[in-house]
């Protein structure tokens, strides 16, 4: 609307646009063009291709639309897809400002796909109209085939039962086909959404929220999944076709109907009782019994050294114990809630067999009409009582939905205008300005008011007892955590004005921690560079020391290093290729936290062989303990408490750096 109405937007710039969207409180994420980003959106975004002109679209289900105004009328009209290939950014819209709005990210994610409900609809009324026939074709043949002494009619009475089960038969296939495709891409959506979002909230975040709840998170969207497939999902959606029967009920017997209304509203009220008997016993130690079994698996070694095993004996025989105890409980009163639903079914037969048997003694109703009536009372309590025993996965649903709502509430990295592209060709210069950060608000600052600069090319070491900060400054370097106050600038620039994509795709970074995915050790290499080459990943091996190891899993790069879902490699192992990682981008900025942890001299020489290669021609950053690397340094920065204590060449830099100086002035040079 603003496009149309207000004449100044008509060449709006992207800062512009920004503003207008804060100014308005919709939040927005800007990110590179990529489909797979748009394929979530659910509000109109906005394309700013580097060479052309921005567009306005939307995505209507599989396919995109752009805004086009034919006199002054604005329009929805198909986009090419190429414009979704192009390099540029894109501004996607997360909410819109109504307070309420996020709270609703669910249903908007949902309403975006395909209008599923509509067959499930039409299919449930086809089929509870057939599964009319059988009850309906039983009294016909008994009142008007034995009673009215037609055996005539039989054949087209039960073609027409047979046509109507046919169709009944399809068309619950049918359903149950849609119901459970539908249930699998809501899985599947719910899961990427909440993937995507995990990966793009910032760490410190993320950290603060811990594992346990990532992996809660994902499996949430599993749980829609249970809700509309199986038996109790159809249950759940015939429930208010159950009407139907009622209504047929009602026609065949007048106030005969009343019988299984009045047991429905008792069937409801008893399990509602029920149900809370129920619930007081669900177990409440399952969680404590799992990390015990996690812990205990992880254990096994130090529990075998120590000897002493029977402390762990004990404990885990009473978690067990326990846990046997709740679930039998638990168990025990669902087998009684469900023995209760169905002798609810039987007497809300037998109260309307009994009540019938007056009506067809005074000729109110035939005998036919009774036995139909009958049988359609199955269709009123199995439905209901289905419905009944998924009260508690659609409370399940609900909770899960609703922390979905509140997951998609949260701000990411790519709520901010980050479009700069940082120069990739040359070494950058980098300064720290009064860089603080806290990990929370009762803790030290791991960093305080940290200063000091690299200049292009030089290589710095940054040194200090653990716990100082170290790992913290080099990830605040390359900005996967945010400091809460200070800056870090790159080239000049703040680093938080750089696409953080862009700025991370570019940096060769090496965390302490090794960290290995599932698949072969070249699928573990290409994470960092997915086009290289074979020669590019054995060279990264050798930049990192990795060479002996790599002899040893025979130069295989396809070798699996999870064997048995296992790591084959111990963490000394993994760190050489996480280090050879970060090596293989061949950036010109290189952040290493403890690249050679473990002082292999091999390792170590291999790793001040490439130092001097790329001396002068990137920046580096590395954390370490190790005194022969130290010296590899142009500069050092000591560390105590998060602050730093030093900042400058070796004391006896001038004594040691002659080969330095040179190599760097050769490299300058070209
Ligand atoms: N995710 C986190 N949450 C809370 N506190 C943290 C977190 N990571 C680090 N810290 C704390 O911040 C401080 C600095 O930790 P950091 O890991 O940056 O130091 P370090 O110098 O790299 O230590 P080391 O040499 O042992 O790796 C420490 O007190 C640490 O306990």
Excluded at 225 to 247: E, M, N, W
Excluded at 556 to 565: E, R, S
Aim: with cysteine.
């Amino acid at each position: 609307n603003n496009l149309n109405c207000e004449q100044e937007t008509k060449s709006f710039d992207s800062v512009m646009v920004v503003n207008t969207l804060k100014k308005h409180q919709i939040s927005y994420s800007v990110h590179e063009i990529s489909t797979a980003e748009l394929s979530h959106t659910i509000h109109p975004f906005l394309l700013l291709p580097t060479d052309s002109a921005p567009i306005v679209a939307r995505r209507s289900g599989e396919r995109y639309e752009h805004l086009t105004l034919s006199a002054n009328q604005p329009q929805w009209q198909a986009l090419a897809p190429e414009s979704l290939t192009v390099t540029g950014h894109v501004i996607t819209i997360d909410a819109l400002p109504s307070a309420k709005s996020g709270a609703h990210a669910f249903a908007a994610h949902m309403s975006k796909r395909t209008k599923w409900y509509k067959p499930v609809f039409w299919l449930s009324l086809l089929s509870s109209l057939t599964g009319l026939a059988v009850p309906l074709f039983t009294m016909a043949v008994y009142d008007r085939v034995i009673g009215g002494q037609a055996p005539e009619v039989l054949p087209s009475l039960a073609l027409g039962a047979i046509l109507a089960v046919t169709i009944l038969i399809s068309s619950r296939l049918a359903r149950a086909s849609i119901l459970s495709s539908t249930s699998n891409r809501f899985a599947r959506d719910l899961s990427n959404i909440t993937f995507r979002r995990l990966l793009s909230m910032p760490l410190i975040v993320l950290s603060r929220v811990g594992l346990t709840n990532h992996l809660a998170r994902i499996r949430n969207a599993e749980k829609v999944r249970t809700l509309l497939s199986g038996p109790s999902g159809a249950g759940l959606i015939d429930l208010p076709f159950t009407s139907i029967a009622l209504v047929t009920i009602a026609l065949l017997s007048g106030w005969l109907v009343l019988v299984p209304l009045v047991m429905l509203l008792l069937f409801y009220l008893v399990m509602k009782a029920v149900k809370r008997y129920t619930q007081a016993a669900t177990p409440t130690i399952s969680s404590e019994y799992q990390n015990a079994s996690n812990d205990l698996a992880k254990q096994l070694l130090q529990l075998k050294i120590s000897g002493d095993t029977q402390g762990w004996n004990t404990k885990f025989s009473r978690l067990c114990k326990e846990h046997c105890r709740q679930n039998f409980l638990y168990s025990k009163r669902n087998g009684l809630t469900g023995a209760i639903a169905h002798a609810m079914s039987l007497t809300t037969a037998l109260v309307t067999v009994f009540t019938g048997i007056f009506l067809v003694l005074n000729q109110n109703i035939s005998p036919g009409a009774l036995i139909a009536c009958v049988m359609l009372i199955w269709r009123i309590t199995g439905p209901a009582q289905l419905a009944f025993s998924s009260s508690q996965k659609i409370t399940m649903m609900d909770s899960a939905i609703k922390q979905f709502d509140r997951f998609m509430e949260a701000g990411t990295e790519h709520n901010e205008l980050r479009l700069d592209v940082p120069d990739t060709t040359q070494a950058p210069e980098v300064s720290f300005k009064h860089l603080t950060l806290r990990y929370s608000a009762d803790v030290e600052p791991a960093l305080s008011g940290i200063s000091f600069d690299v200049a292009s090319g030089e290589i710095v070491a940054i040194i200090g007892p653990n716990g100082c900060g170290k790992t913290s400054l080099l990830q605040t370097a390359i900005g996967i955590l945010d400091a809460q106050a200070g800056y870090i600038s790159v080239n000049g620039k703040n680093l938080k004005q750089y696409d953080p994509q862009s700025f991370r795709q570019w940096a060769g970074f090496n965390s302490a921690q090794p960290d290995l995915f599932p698949g072969s050790l070249a699928d573990n290499l290409r994470i960092a560079k997915p086009d290289a080459t074979d020669e590019e990943l054995f060279q990264a091996l050798d930049n990192a020391g990795a060479s002996t190891l790599f002899a040893s899993l025979n130069n295989d790069l396809n070798v699996d290093l999870f064997a048995q879902g296992q790591s084959i490699l111990t963490d000394i192992e993994g760190s050489y290729i996480c280090l050879a990682r970060a090596l293989l981008k061949n950036s010109t900025y290189l952040v290493l936290d403890e690249p050679i942890a473990n002082q292999n001299p091999y390792a170590r020489h291999a790793f001040i062989n490439m130092l001097n290669r790329i001396r002068g021609k990137a920046t580096v950053l590395f954390t370490t303990h190790d005194q022969t690397l130290i010296q590899q340094a142009d500069k050092v920065v000591i560390l105590d408490k998060g602050a730093v204590v030093y900042a400058g060449p070796l004391p006896d830099q001038a004594e040691t750096s002659p080969s330095k100086a040179t190599m760097q002035e050769s490299n300058a040079n070209g």
